[in-house]
């Protein structure tokens, strides 16, 4: 049986890693955590030859991130549940994944902050490079509609309790479908 997948999109610190470990923390099955920082933090890319400029990311970043988009229905395919975390910056890539995840049970879920949280969280973090909450902020949402959309300026234990809650009753059609019927609808003759 296919995993079930709950993608959260949101700027960069946004929440969504907080929120994803309060909404594993609250459901009832087993959850994985799945996010582009878990596999930076693995150390999946050559880092010190990126960094020595022995490789251009310009190079690999698309690859990179196709690569990310094909692996989570494979996961999801294998039986595992997932919950995902994606910034997702352009309307290539949303429609990427709404053709890759064709079939799969996704609940995609907007994550909303005013940009001066976000620009505030991500200087306290000090592992951003100032300025990218503020780009994702510009652009993050204008590619997509949403099965729930949430503001993260509060508790995340009362915002994963809202997200299951909404998630345990949702009807069809999902965002998902909605947004892969526009797109086959748009590319018809």
């Not at 296919?2 to 907080?18: E, M, P």
């Not at 400029?53 to 094909?70: C, I, L, V």
């Not at 494979?74 to 990427?96: P, S, T």
């Not at 991500?122 to 959309?149: C, K, M, P, W």
Request: contains cysteine; proline residues 5%.
């Amino acid at each position: 049986m296919a995993g079930k997948i709950i993608l959260l999109n949101g700027a960069s610190s946004a929440g969504k890693s907080t929120l994803a470990s309060a909404v594993r923390a609250q459901v009832a099955e087993p959850f994985w955590h799945y996010s582009i920082d878990h596999l930076m933090a693995g150390g999946v890319l050559p880092r010190a030859r990126l960094e020595n400029g022995d490789f251009a990311w310009s190079d690999m970043r698309p690859m990179f991130f196709e690569g990310f988009h094909r692996s989570i229905p494979a996961l999801a395919a294998a039986g595992n549940n997932l919950v995902v975390e994606h910034i997702v910056e352009e309307q290539a890539w949303m429609d990427r994944l709404v053709l890759l995840l064709e079939g799969c049970d996704v609940f995609f879920v907007g994550l909303h902050c005013p940009v001066e949280e976000l620009e505030r969280r991500e200087r306290e973090r000090g592992n951003r490079r100032i300025g990218e909450a503020r780009a994702d902020f510009e652009v993050t949402h204008t590619f997509a509609s949403y099965d729930l959309e949430l503001e993260t300026t509060g508790p995340s234990e009362p915002l994963a309790r809202a997200l299951l809650s909404a998630w345990a009753c949702r009807t069809p059609p999902s965002a998902f479908s909605s947004m892969l019927r526009r797109l086959r609808r748009a590319s018809a003759p």
